[in-house]
């Protein structure tokens, strides 16, 4: 019997306790396992939930008993969640967590912390909800060299950009649509400003490339600004417009960012529609292989909770070690070579200039402008160019291919 | 150190090989693991080769050797592959394989073998090559009630399908294509009659369900028929025609079978093209999951074999347990109840007369006859519905939603 304590009983503590219950027998069928839940702790009480006799509200209750080994972190925000991760950890318990906030600004320490006591610190459920992908990167990819894992990380903004693209919204009225369905909270900035998308890319590229590069100091562009203009040049020029968690080594140093991206359809990601998300990992050997589910939602992410507490009992997973990057680790997205979609103020033979410059052929009219993919490029590339030009673009965003 | 043998070094054998000569210090590196391979049994000598004073003919060298402790077994075909499987882990030997013949015909023996000996038996290579699959299954899918998988298993099919619906080519010219760049083989039987996908169907179909159905047991039929009209119909109802292998449960029973399938652009399998693979799983509560990758290819696959190895050694595995399905256990795609893509003869009045009968609103005009996608039917309201009308559909395949 594992005996556990769910911190937090809010959307993913109750849907853990959901899936526990509603499951129970197919869970001790597929893994031979049995969950206790013998802690539930808030800071509300729940007198009406069959479980509500198990809430508790002072933490060192859960800290101080042998009995329980796996701890299920679910509170939300940095603290108190942070301190009492690290002080169960410290305790030899496993911690479970959906937090991506914590993992993304703690993690070093805490995987260090859990290490040094010989207990696991597991977080699937922190990027791509339900979907399979943290564990999968550390086992699956053991063997592979990652080159890049980009994805669409984040359900409200994906939303906002389906209905964008295939109901022709403007940004403001498919935001109020996502609202209405419960898709954004009253306060979306996390989400539409690419904060909640820039803590799980971080998660990503550290679990790939090893180093964990604080939030705060990545390129962070949300899809504010998006117009559904834009929607229907990138629709016109065969892409759609995502936005975008992007990490990949440049040289020696790494690269982290989000923003809006033109997807070709060619790129498995183009397709993912509405809150769901999807990772696209290129690595050798494997080549490009695509995760996709439903990122959030109460039930899968607490699928992904209770996968993960199932994992935590066992002795020999072998946490990544991850370090905090260095200034001089980190790579600007100036310095990213890649195809980029434009839109340039000018006429048909501003265009045919404008194509051995920039490496396209085909080009998209537009009332007084022009609109191409051009080929790979770096920021200083694009800045030569447009010099030579003599011209700013309307607009410029990297396509994902 | 891991000491391992390779039985067979032929395209995946030496791709394992490769993998591990290549990306060694990356693996040691990802999971504090050191693999040296020891043995290479196969019948043919590579004197060229940089591992070839490692080539052995006798198995026996490698089953009594105690310093080995992970048996790869890449042979290809039943015979002696399911012989020397049984006897290395009869002899305390991990073994994980990319042999889905040997799975998919002696797995519950093997696994029974395997859990009475307390060593592994993996198989993530078997099935969509180097997509991470049967992990995630066993592991981030414990928690779940699966309702149904269904997927794209086959490269050398789905590139030929790919040729038929984006270039127009007819089924042979395609196939010509298709052996032309090495994605099909001087043989393609087992790939176009879909005897291939038959066996990564039965392997999905017992890690979801527990049973395992002979692939001899199902209904399995290629794409040896399907026409460049059929494509265009398809097309012109939203869909794509692409081989699938699909298993759910009907009642307290199973359903596994290949076949052609008409793909909406609603499902991500619909976007898979050439030869990429791509598994849907529906579950609860995780919902809609779909893994894509390089289902085929040395590489790939070789590093499915790799991260098998490297979690070969773990004693915290719980292998499947896989019951052989009775006769009574096993059900017909008559039961399944699915929407149907129909082309009927007749004209526009026959299809307002069937629209009730069939559930449809739109259709697409043929030359005397009609195009529709139906409701969920089952076989035996299907026959009632043809009767009905006193019509046989010039064809009709399911529909995958």
């Not at 509603?22 to 069959?50: T, V």
């Given at each position: 019997m594992i005996h556990i304590a769910l911190l937090?009983?809010?959307?993913?503590?109750?849907?853990?306790?959901?899936?526990?219950?509603?499951?129970?027998?197919?869970?001790?069928?597929?893994?031979?396992?049995?969950?206790?839940?013998?802690?539930?702790?808030?800071?509300?009480?729940?007198?009406?939930?069959?479980?509500?006799n198990r809430v508790v509200h002072d933490f060192n209750l859960i800290l101080n008993d042998p009995e329980i080994s796996v701890v299920a972190e679910m509170m939300g925000g940095s603290h108190p969640a942070y301190e009492f991760t690290k002080a169960a950890l410290a305790a030899g318990k496993h911690v479970v967590t959906s937090n991506k906030e914590v993992v993304a600004n703690f993690g070093v320490e805490l995987l260090d912390v859990a290490r040094e006591?010989?207990?696991?610190?597991?977080?699937?459920?922190?990027?791509?909800?339900?979907?399979?992908?943290?564990?999968?990167?550390?086992?699956?990819?053991?063997?592979?060299?990652?080159?890049?894992?980009?994805?669409?990380?984040?359900?409200?903004?994906?939303?906002?950009?389906?209905?964008m693209k295939n109901d022709g919204a403007e940004f403001a009225d498919a935001l109020r649509q996502a609202r209405e369905k419960g898709y954004a909270e009253a306060d979306p900035t996390a989400d539409i400003e690419g904060l909640d998308a820039a803590r799980k890319i971080v998660i990503l590229c550290a679990l790939a490339f090893g180093v964990?590069?604080?939030?705060?100091?990545?390129?962070?562009?949300?899809?504010?600004?998006?117009?559904?203009?834009?929607?229907?040049?990138?629709?016109?020029?065969?892409?759609?417009?995502?936005?975008?968690?992007?990490?990949?080594?440049?040289?020696?140093?790494?690269?982290?960012?989000?923003?809006?991206?033109?997807?070709?359809?060619?790129?498995?990601?183009?397709?993912?529609?509405?809150?769901?998300?999807?990772?696209?990992?290129?690595?050798?050997?494997?080549?490009k292989t695509f995760f996709y589910g439903a990122g959030a939602g109460k039930l899968p992410t607490a699928g992904a909770i209770v996968a993960d507490i199932l994992n935590a009992t066992s002795s020999d997973l072998v946490l990544p070690v991850w370090k905090r990057a260095e200034k001089n680790e980190i790579a600007g997205s100036r310095e990213r070579n890649v195809r980029r979609a434009f839109v340039l103020p000018g006429c048909a033979k501003c265009a045919e200039r404008a194509k051995p410059v920039f490496g396209f052929e085909q080009y998209v009219v537009q009332e007084g402008a022009?609109?191409?993919?051009?080929?790979?490029?770096?920021?200083?590339?694009?800045?030569?160019?447009?010099?030579?030009l003599g011209k700013e673009p309307v607009w410029t965003l990297p396509v994902l291919d």
């Open positions: 937090g009983f809010g959307v993913v503590g109750s849907g853990t306790a959901e899936v526990l219950t509603k499951n129970r027998s197919l869970i001790e069928k597929h893994s031979g396992k049995q969950i206790e839940i013998k802690y539930i702790l808030d800071l509300r009480d729940f007198p009406d939930h069959p479980l509500g006591h010989g207990v696991n610190y597991l977080f699937e459920a922190s990027v791509g909800g339900g979907i399979p992908i943290i564990r999968p990167l550390q086992n699956d990819f053991a063997p592979d060299n990652i080159l890049s894992v980009s994805g669409i990380l984040n359900g409200t903004t994906n939303y906002i950009l389906s209905k964990l590069i604080p939030p705060s100091e990545i390129e962070v562009e949300g899809i504010t600004k998006i117009t559904s203009d834009q929607v229907a040049v990138a629709e016109s020029l065969g892409c759609a417009v995502k936005l975008i968690g992007h990490t990949e080594r440049i040289g020696d140093r790494v690269l982290a960012q989000v923003c809006p991206h033109l997807v070709p359809a060619s790129n498995p990601i183009h397709h993912v529609e509405d809150v769901f998300n999807g990772i696209l990992v290129n690595s050798d050997p494997l080549g022009f609109a191409f993919l051009s080929r790979p490029m770096t920021g200083e590339e694009v800045e030569n160019a447009l010099r030579e």
